[in-house]
């Protein structure tokens, strides 16, 4: 027989107490916070001062307010976009290369419908982006509900190969005539959304990243479909014993998820960069995942998540200007942070208990 | 001389009593068979000898002296080596790299030395097989030789075959048992877990019967008959909600099944020409030992697997085609086999209830959630289930899990039920609350077919039984008419009287 000295284990709980769930975000900061001090105090800096640059100063003006805002607009929709999707059980890791899609598409009509008032040309490049989005994400998505082809794989792929499709344009068809950069030409007045705030660069896609999240909120919890897309992600054996069709429900909420994040495309053109360029995106498909992730795939915390990486990332823009702290910072930050948060979402499962 | 005497064992699982005070005693040079229904003790108890679990309490002898077996690497020292159903082997390697893995000597491996030496065992064993095939390209009867081959590499004197046959076809069965004659020849003990009488009379010396974790007895093969070991296997009486009363005669038929095939996950057929009637306001009970295609019947006549061929009809009406939904509209109660799949766990008790019926909760898309929340409050009042609307199913017990899958069903009054194992893991209070729920399904007249392992369960609730061997019905029979003899012997397949 062994000998009986008590030990402590971890042991799988299926009901965290209700506690636990708001304490997440706040110990994750303090975790993220003691690891990176060193990398601060390395790069000769104060970890209070930077977290402070950080985290509070983007509060304290209206310019670098509102810029948190323009920065977490293509977060919201990105990570609305994955979130839908992965509601449903379906892993799109594309949404990067769906973004693409959506912005060629709106700097295509943009320049297109130079001539036509903006009324009908915004509703035009909104919509098209999102079909753009929408055909590119049917690919993997057939491939997935026809053939049973791993998602993870094929969307995560397709990235790369929207990313030389963006470079084939910028370097050969659409390469500004003017300036010879690898831009696409400027899209025509009618087609820039307008600004919310004058000099400012907050502009008509925020109020479309609040509507989609509206939209993406409604669905999961106000419409039957997004109760069967809940059904086919958490259970799928499930799902098909009650009912539901999982393949026609996987193939929508992946069409879906596309056209959003083709709609991040299409408010990075036409509400920021007003050309199509290769580096339209700093990683918006892929943070949207994040987001996503941290926000617990519901809407609100998608809101919430996305506000907090645009003050990440404008916040990594100042510390970076006032301490002469490299910018890369505030990434190693997000990562950290989500690393962190993700462990805790893990550990929560679990309690510690003596044996 | 007994090369292991295993005395006294009582193993437990909370209140479970798996094995009640058993005692097995093995001779050198014999194959012994351990026979006993699903849940008997079988597997716990040579679980227990191959160091996977430990007793309560009791004594293991090898070669006459006590031993302690806290591990299969113990197992292995003293001799004892275990054929698990699901084989242990590495599909991309060897069969010469499988059978040394985890037992080589150094840190480099010579690949043509282990296949010499791997070789060089094959012969010796008599075994046939391949030392450089890879696994993976391997039929299930050359894996399961592997599985042996590695045991007696590691000097297994004693081999437990779990189910030997299960996964085999017959050629391979036979290549098996001339294994099995062989190595009994050379010395070794074989102990054969089964429920297969023709087998176990085929093959074995002696049989030890284990039933409902208590040893019923330990006989010589030759001296028995397969009607006695039978009766042994399965002779009890029945207890708790039964069913009163006799069926009317003459009562339509409501579900018609016709030359049913379909196959399993596999891609093997897993039915055959299966055919059964259930008329209205009768219980049918389909008894058979697990895997001789029940999962596969049942998923069939919920809609979820393809059939190869047949028919299934609801009061005349062709349903193979239709899609799930399909079935349920035509009135099929569908209740599934696993309630931990046949429910959503994350989701609350009012989704997985509205989950089948979603159109009527449902207008211009918007989902009615006052419609589905007081839909849930009356099925959990209804149906007495211990849980608040807004709970995960996850977290309810098993009894209220399988009360929400019935109050789904049942409310809706369908015209057929087909509910394969409804009270797997279930208490006992729970088991009469379902039971009792079936028998007021039947006496509303409703055809329900009743699939179940559990033969207390089969004899208490059933007006015809019919039995399931090896993907076929082998015979259908009245209640009145189907002794524990009888059907024991249909369900390991002794005789077909269909």
């Known amino acids: 027989m062994e000998t009986s000295r008590p030990r402590l284990r971890f042991v799988k709980t299926d009901n965290p107490p209700v506690w636990v769930r708001p304490l997440i975000p706040v110990l994750a900061l303090v975790v993220t916070f003691i690891l990176t001090s060193g990398l601060i105090i390395w790069a000769s800096a104060s970890p209070f001062e930077t977290y402070y640059h950080f985290l509070i100063s983007p509060l304290t003006t209206r310019v670098s307010a509102l810029e948190i805002l323009v920065k977490a607009t293509p977060l919201m929709l990105t990570g609305a976009a994955v979130t839908f999707a992965f509601a449903a059980g379906y892993y799109?890791?594309?949404?990067?290369?769906?973004?693409f899609a959506g912005a060629i598409a709106a700097a295509g009509l943009g320049v297109a419908m130079k001539e036509i008032p903006a009324v009908i040309t915004i509703p035009s490049i909104v919509i098209a982006g999102f079909a753009a989005g929408m055909a590119w994400a049917a690919i993997p998505a057939l491939l997935k509900v026809k053939l049973q082809v791993d998602e993870v794989v094929t969307t995560l792929l397709l990235n790369s190969v929207m990313g030389f499709i963006v470079s084939?344009?910028?370097?050969?068809?659409?390469?500004?005539p003017n300036s010879g950069w690898p831009q696409s030409p400027e899209i025509g007045a009618s087609a820039i959304f307008f600004k919310l705030i004058p000099r400012s660069r907050l502009n008509l896609g925020f109020v479309i990243g609040l509507l989609v999240i509206l939209v993406l909120w409604f669905v999961l919890t106000r419409t039957s479909f997004g109760l069967k897309m809940r059904a086919v992600g958490l259970g799928k054996p499930a799902a098909r014993f009650a009912g539901i069709h999982v393949g026609r429900t996987t193939l929508i909420a992946a069409l879906v998820s596309g056209g959003i994040a083709g709609i991040a495309g299409v408010a990075e053109v036409a509400g920021i960069q007003y050309h199509l360029i290769g580096d339209l995106s700093a990683g918006y498909?892929?943070?949207?995942i994040i987001i996503a992730t941290l926000g617990s795939l519901n809407a609100v915390g998608v809101f919430i998540a996305s506000l907090f990486f645009g003050l990440v990332d404008a916040g990594a823009q100042t510390v970076s200007r006032v301490l002469g702290v490299p910018v890369y910072l505030g990434e190693i930050t997000q990562a950290t942070m989500l690393l962190v948060a993700l462990g805790f979402f893990l550990l929560q499962r679990y309690r510690l208990r003596r044996m | 001389m007994y090369i292991v005497d295993m005395l006294g064992i009582t193993k437990t699982f909370g209140e479970l009593v798996a094995n009640d005070n058993v005692d097995f005693q093995l001779r050198k040079g014999e194959i012994h068979a351990l026979l006993g229904e699903n849940g008997a003790g079988k597997t716990t108890l040579m679980r227990i000898l191959y160091g996977l679990y430990r007793p309560d309490t009791g004594v293991i002898k090898v070669g006459e002296q006590p031993v302690e077996i806290h591990s299969p690497k113990d197992a292995i020292a003293n001799g004892i080596g275990m054929v698990t159903q699901h084989f242990a082997l590495v599909p991309p390697l060897s069969v010469a790299e499988n059978v040394v893995l985890g037992n080589t000597d150094g840190f480099v491996v010579n690949r043509a030395a282990i296949e010499?030496?791997?070789?060089?065992?094959?012969r010796r064993f008599g075994?046939?097989?391949?030392?450089?095939?890879?696994?993976?390209h391997l039929a299930v009867g050359q894996r399961q030789r592997v599985e042996i081959l590695k045991a007696l590499y590691r000097n297994a004197r004693v081999l437990i075959l779990d189910e030997p046959t299960a996964v085999l076809v017959p050629q391979e069965v036979d290549a098996l048992f001339e294994t099995l004659n062989r190595l009994k020849a050379d010395g070794l003990s074989v102990i054969f877990?089964?429920?297969?009488?023709?087998?176990?009379?085929?093959?074995?010396d002696r049989v030890t019967v284990l039933r409902d974790g208590k040893l019923i007895g330990t006989v010589d093969t030759s001296g028995i008959s397969q009607s006695q070991l039978a009766a042994m296997m399965v002779g009890r009486e029945t207890f708790g909600v039964t069913r009163k009363g006799e069926q009317h005669e003459q009562q339509p038929v409501t579900l018609?099944?016709?030359?049913?095939?379909?196959?399993n996950d596999q891609g093997m057929l897993a039915l055959t020409n299966i055919c059964i009637d259930v008329k209205a306001g009768e219980i049918l009970g389909i008894a058979g030992v697990g895997g001789n295609g029940q999962k596969e019947l049942a998923e069939t006549l919920c809609g979820v697997r393809d059939c190869a061929s047949g028919s299934i009809q609801l009061e005349g009406k062709e349903l193979i085609g239709k899609t799930p939904a399909g079935f349920t509209q035509a009135g099929v109660g569908r209740i599934p086999e696993d309630r931990h799949e046949g429910m959503v766990g994350d989701l609350t008790v009012t989704e997985n209830l509205a989950l089948e019926h979603l159109n009527e909760y449902t207008r211009s898309g918007v989902l009615d959630h006052k419609a589905t929340r007081r839909q849930a409050e009356e099925l959990i009042h209804q149906f007495q289930i211990k849980a608040r609307p807004n709970d995960p199913v996850r977290t309810l017990s098993g009894g209220n899990m399988q009360k929400v899958l019935l109050a789904r069903v049942l409310s809706r009054n369908p015209k057929a039920v087909i509910v394969p194992q409804p009270t797997r893991g279930l208490d006992v209070g729970a088991t009469d609350y379902v039971r009792q729920q079936l028998l007021e399904q039947r006496d509303r007249g409703a055809a329900v077919l009743l699939i179940s392992e559990d033969l207390d369960e089969i004899l208490a609730l059933s007006d015809r039984i019919a039995v399931i061997y090896e993907g076929e019905i082998v015979g259908i029979l009245p209640a009145a008419e189907a002794t524990p003899e009888r059907l024991g012997l249909l369900m390991s397949g002794a005789i077909k009287e269909h």
């Open chain 1, 92 to 99: 799109n890791i594309g949404a990067e290369g769906q973004l």
């Open chain 1, 168 to 176: 084939a344009l910028l370097n050969g068809p659409w390469r500004d």
């Open chain 1, 285 to 288: 498909g892929y943070t949207g």
């Open chain 2, 116 to 122: 010499e030496k791997v070789g060089a065992a094959a």
């Open chain 2, 127 to 136: 075994i046939e097989i391949d030392p450089k095939a890879l696994v993976r």
């Open chain 2, 193 to 204: 877990i089964s429920h297969k009488l023709h087998e176990v009379t085929q093959i074995t």
């Open chain 2, 256 to 263: 018609r099944i016709q030359n049913l095939c379909a196959k």
